[in-house]
């Protein structure tokens, strides 16, 4: 199994507070994702990033920010969360980007629960 | 964004039985990828397809690339109840992640 640690597991948070997700990897890949998957739209991309301190927006980023400042770890924020992003997080990481098939690895997930 | 339509969304199957599903979609990809989905962990990739009609096989699973490179179809045979999870497909135009579209899934549930 690729070496992908989600912290916490589970959250429960009110609306309006800021929430992090913590995503450590120990394969030294280049690429890191976030992900959320909710029922009936399978995975969609919220951010990624491309090295440390790289990174760019996917499909569904607005309400969300994320920083790389080690190569081991991804955070992402809910700068303040809202019901709409009860969901489950998925952190994945890959060692190609650009010039093939982007192989990803998937964490275990993190539940969230906005109340 | 771009839409991918996995089919069925559910099965309900008998041990030994073959499984088939699809995605399809209304743009052209350049690979398509399974992964399997257990509950309380993340998808794990089953299969990896390159070429338009390539047929790959891992094991009881088959996959095929369309020849239109619209679509991609999953096969497994003999099921057994370890199959039992959620399959994604999903559709890459290039090697950017942000061109990676996952479809909504099929759930599988393997009865004794």
């Known amino acids: 199994d690729a070496g992908i640690t989600q912290s916490p597991r589970h959250k429960v948070t009110e609306t309006g507070t800021p929430v992090t997700l913590r995503c450590h990897q120990t394969e030294n890949h280049r690429y890191m994702y976030w992900y959320r998957q909710d029922p009936g739209h399978g995975l969609r991309l919220i951010h990624y990033s491309y090295g440390v301190k790289d990174t760019d927006k996917g499909e569904v980023s607005d309400g969300y920010s994320v920083s790389r400042s080690k190569t081991e770890d991804f955070l992402l924020t809910l700068e303040s969360a809202t019901s709409s992003q009860t969901s489950v997080y998925f952190c994945a990481i890959s060692e190609n980007f650009g010039t093939g098939v982007s192989k990803l690895f998937f964490g275990s997930g993190t539940q969230l629960s906005v109340l | 964004g771009q839409q991918l339509n996995q089919s069925p969304q559910s099965m309900f199957i008998q041990e030994g039985e073959d499984v088939s599903m699809n995605c399809t979609s209304s743009s052209i990809f350049n690979t398509w990828l399974w992964y399997k989905q257990e509950p309380g962990e993340g998808p794990v990739l089953l299969i990896a397809l390159y070429k338009a009609g390539e047929l790959t096989s891992n094991g009881r699973l088959t996959a095929q690339f369309g020849i239109t490179r619209k679509d991609s179809f999953l096969n497994i045979s003999a099921s057994i109840p370890s199959d039992v999870g959620i399959y994604f497909c999903?559709?890459?135009?290039?090697?950017?992640?942000?061109?990676?579209?996952f479809g909504s899934g099929t759930q599988l549930t393997v009865l004794p």
């Open positions: 999903a559709g890459q135009k290039s090697g950017s992640a942000r061109q990676l579209t």
